[in-house]
């Protein structure tokens, strides 16, 4: 590592240490070149790319300062809360020097074009790019079959207000399922119906057929891999079902694979693998890199590409050109596949403590969910009489943040008996303390209510 990214890093961990507090001087250009046995100049350059990041300013004539971390005196210290409801990524493992590289060689590169609109699909290297890159996760597809989107929810939005080839309007999705996207779907008031899916992660492809055979529904919105919130994965064999029933029924299939790189198994494959004629596949670069980055990818039957073209192009003209170009480096240079690696075995360990602390507190006060080797969060099943909104107020008093799985659910459909555990926000080694107190609460509601 270069030595100015070393004292960069050291000085950006101490920030967010606290070590020095906002409005602090720093040490000086000349006490940390021999610090770090380096020349002047090397200091300076990483101070410049400190200052340029907002986390130290300058005082002619003085030195340099620490700046107040926005929201730093609202939140907690970071070491007395476990959040286990965020699926946010984790901003410890973003790579923050190799992306700002990326952001910069892209206004090199592509200079004046990244001033004016683009074009509603996207930018064109980055769309000839991505048809090589989806092909890693078995979406063999054509440029012009791609579509960049500011983020999957603009997708989804698109496709439920779009006409379809079948001249259907209902929307069929998983219950419990994606909360924002049920909110969407309410807020336009459009047809919409719910098929349950089960803890264990299973799907009635009878109850579906049926469905597909006597509702109007346009499409299917599904989660085959690592499912928000329950944290399972469909088999091989309902996946190729589904895709069948999709061609029968002429109803479409919405994919939504947004955590599609922390798959291990090279074996599964999404559906558009077995249907690529009514499957709409859909991938996020969100959860691998920064939500912040607003940069979904659309792959679309042909029949489709003209409409969803015109009404991506109704909806913001095109997608922020320089997160494009950004990302199209990150890719090319290596470092996506680098980082991807990486973020997936962290969240791969933290997921398998979190099951190991599961069955070490559990005492029969809950039932595990089946442990998955990757992905974000799983979930327990809960004591049928268990006063959820009781649990979940009592843990946020000892800092344990859950999430209400609620706004999951269609209000047609009554909630299960469920609580959805995330790993993003919490570090390998503070997951044990954090389900000790979550199992602990449960067991004092337990005994409660048998007194009761």
Known sequence: MYKYLLIVNDIEQQLEQGQFKAGQKLPSIRDLSLQYACNKSTVIRAFT?????????????????AVQQRGASLQ?????????SSAAPDPELFPYLDFKHCVDKA???????????????????????LCKHLANYQVFTKPEHIHITSGVQQALAILALMPFPNKKR?????????HLFIQLVESYQLPVHGIRRSPQGDIDLNHLEHLFRTEDIKFFYTMPRFHNPLGCSYSEHTKKAIAKLAIRYDVYIVEDDYLADLELDSKSDPIYTYDSSHVIYLKSYAKILFPGLRVGVAVLPPVLSDVFRMFKKVSDIDSPMLSQAALEIYIQSGMFERRKHAIRDAYSRRLQQLHRS????????????????????THIVLH???PIPVLLERLQKKQVLIQNLTSNYLPSFEPLQLMNLSI????EERIDRGVSLIANEIKHLLKQGRRV
């Open 49 to 65: 790319l400190l200052e340029s990041r907002h986390l130290i300013y300058s005082i002619p004539q003085s030195g340099y300062y």
């Open 76 to 84: 907690l210290p970071e070491n007395r809360v476990f959040d286990f």
């Open 107 to 129: 206004f090199d590169m592509y200079k004046n074009e990244l001033f004016i609109y683009g074009t509603p699909q996207g930018l064109p290297s980055l769309l000839r790019l």
């Open 170 to 178: 209902g929307i069929l999705m998983e219950q419990p399922s994606y």
């Open 358 to 377: 599961l069955h070490t507190y559990n005492e029969d006060s809950y039932i595990v969910a089946s442990p998955s080797q990757s992905g974000v969060h």
């Open 384 to 386: 049928p009489h268990l």
């Open 424 to 427: 993003t926000r919490v570090s």
